[in-house]
């Protein structure tokens, strides 16, 4: 097991090989930065793309205005967390800020890892993010969100194993709720 600091004054990262972690990611000061369905697809494309470079699986996404959350299994290398978060957020900062004639401006605030350590945990987790258009009143359906992987989870996952997410309870998630900012 690894720690690392990305900033002095943020709570440490833990890092343990072969685990499956939750990662929730904010705009700066909640700013709904990623307004256009070209933003949106732009951060899913790029999470894809820098999770298998980086040989992270992913298991569940859910990307939204102002936030995200994904779920993933680690790879070996204890720096790939922290490279994967950097990476995702420089091209997609890059992205939005090209989209809107502002370059140079900060995007992305901070993110929150959790290391998830039982089947109880990781199936909240999952429903949690598999949810979280529908939470945000994005849409009713969570099918019809194009920027999460609902509509994959439906499609290549057992009866049983969905049905087994999809009743989990998520209001008593010991998470960081809506992104809020660590006190210091």
Known sequence: MDIYRPHKNTPPHWFVSNAIYMVTGSTLHKKPLL????????FCE???ERAHILGWTLHAWAVMTDHYHFIALSSENALSLKMLIQGIHSINAKFVNRMDNLLGRRVWYNYWDTCLRNEASYCARMNYVLLNPVKHGLVENPQEYPFSSYKYFVESTEPEFQKLVLS????????IEEHQEIPK
């Open 35 to 42: 307004n256009a369905d070209m933003k949106r697809a732009n």
């Open 168 to 175: 989990q309870p998520i209001d008593d998630l010991h998470m």
């Open 46 to 48: 790029t999470l894809m």
